[in-house]
């Protein structure tokens, strides 16, 4: 529950979406993420999110390079207004 007190998170901290990883890449150590459709979710939210090293889950290993994978995730709102 810290997040909930650094994070703006859109739905709530514990709802999650689906999409598609689309690419991660570990030397630059960001990827994008495609939100499935047929979210209820405010239009400001993009369909297509930045993903970060410290956000992808790989049971405490370093991230390697992926593509394409089914994923599951939170979405929340930086103080800059960016949508992770």
Partial sequence: ??????????????????????????????????????????PDVPSELKVERSEVNCAGANPSKMEKIPVEFGIWQTPKGQYK
């Fill in 1 to 42: 529950e810290l997040d909930a007190t650094k994070k703006s998170f859109v739905g709530g901290q514990n709802l999650r979406y689906t999409g598609e990883l689309k690419f991660y890449d570990p030397a630059r150590g960001v990827g994008y993420v495609k939100l499935d459709d047929g979210f209820d979710i405010s």
